[in-house]
């Protein structure tokens, strides 16, 4: 399994970003997707997932906020975060997982740093 996180950075508190996860060694259209974060110092959290159908789930501070999609053309899942908040600030992470207890050993990319701060 290969995971390629990007599109973090930093941004004003209230503004948006996207980012991407590209993936492959894997059969990327029939595998649910997860995203998760973890802040400095805390423990990795979910942040949403979404099945190959479609189906999508968010944690509660993601709803509203937040929405994950997937292009299974190019096998790619994203992640557009809007009204972001400093604690959104966290190292973002995808994962070929579904709903269920947060494994770190699923997360296995680098990730991507997203900070949120005026």
């Known amino acids: 399994v290969q995971l390629v996180e990007s599109g973090g950075g930093l941004v004003q508190p209230g503004g948006s970003l996207r980012l991407s996860c590209v993936a492959s060694e894997f059969t990327f259209k029939d595998s649910p997707m997860s995203w998760a974060r973890q802040a400095s110092g805390k423990e990795l959290e979910w942040v949403s997932s979404i099945y190959p159908g479609g189906n999508t789930y968010y944690e509660t501070f993601a709803k509203g906020r937040f929405t994950t999609s997937r292009d299974n053309a190019k096998n790619t899942v994203y992640l557009q975060m809007n009204s972001l908040k400093p604690e959104d600030t966290a190292r973002y992470f995808c994962?070929?997982?579904?709903?269920?207890?947060?494994?770190?050993?699923?997360?296995g990319g680098q990730g991507t740093q997203v900070t949120v701060s005026s």
């Open positions: 994962a070929p997982t579904g709903l269920g207890p947060v494994r770190r050993r699923d997360y």
